[in-house]
């Protein structure tokens, strides 16, 4: 089965800190994608970045940078100069396989890192 | 382009009662998934549905169910409520064309079950 874990429940840092969040995943699967999500209090999900199992190129946007590495099944996110307004909850997830060649867009998250940044 | 928006907003029922919640995706978008958020088991998927069929459906009991209707809005029925039930129910839309799409997801239903 797949799964998705972000043992950091809660992190706070001090404004201008970095902060990285930690994504373990387990699958049996070859080709997968991984995407990270941002809820800020409002509740609604924001997409931030998908990633698929053949590219393990770092990508960075901004202040935000990803680290995926297979071998350790990991997929870490990192905010550089951290600001008030990155306080929300980061959820990873992992998608499955698709069940059809048309897609399959089930999404399995972690528990998620709830991060607050203090001024 | 609009994004994702789900009525109604906040919702309280009781239990034993039933509840229809909507979705309207993103224009162009024909795949409709929704996910139950809990403080105790987190977001779990519910259902997904493309072209007014469902294509993919997690594990909950029969009670939940859903359907998509032509225009790509999805609408997810509870019936006989339990206090369990309450949660943000989070809709997300994709184009579902091709396989591990982005999905957009709503501000969510906030159903609170007395």
């Known amino acids: 089965a797949q799964k998705v874990t972000q043992a950091q429940t809660e992190i706070s840092v001090v404004e201008k800190e970095d902060v990285t969040l930690d994504c373990v995943y387990e699958t049996r699967d070859t080709t997968y994608y991984l995407f990270w999500y941002k809820q800020p209090p409002s509740g609604e999900l924001v997409f931030l970045i998908r990633r698929n199992s053949f590219d393990e190129q770092n990508e960075i946007s901004g202040r935000y940078s990803w680290n995926f590495q297979k071998s350790t099944s990991s997929f870490n996110f990192t905010i550089t100069a951290s600001q008030v307004v990155d306080s929300a909850v980061y959820f990873c997830?992992?998608?499955?396989?698709?069940?059809?060649?048309?897609?399959?867009?089930?999404?399995?998250f972690g528990t998620g890192t709830r991060l607050t940044i203090i001024p | 382009k609009a994004g994702v928006t789900q009525t109604p907003r906040y919702l309280i029922k009781t239990r034993g009662q039933q509840v229809t919640l909507s979705c309207s995706p993103i224009?162009?978008?024909?795949?409709v998934s929704w996910y139950q958020q809990t403080p105790g088991q987190g977001l779990q998927f519910l259902f997904e549905y493309f072209s007014e069929t469902q294509r993919n459906k997690g594990n909950f009991p029969g009670r939940f169910s859903g359907r998509q209707f032509s225009n790509s809005r999805s609408e997810m029925n509870v019936s006989t409520l339990e206090l369990g039930d309450s949660a943000l129910y989070l809709c997300?839309?994709?184009?579902?064309?091709?396989?591990?799409?982005?999905?957009?997801f709503g501000p969510g239903t906030r159903l609170t079950v007395l």
């Open positions: 224009s162009g978008h024909r795949s």
């Open positions: 997300a839309s994709s184009p579902g064309t091709t396989p591990y799409n982005e999905q957009f």
């Open positions: 997830a992992l998608s499955e396989r698709p069940i059809s060649n048309f897609g399959n867009e089930k999404l399995t």
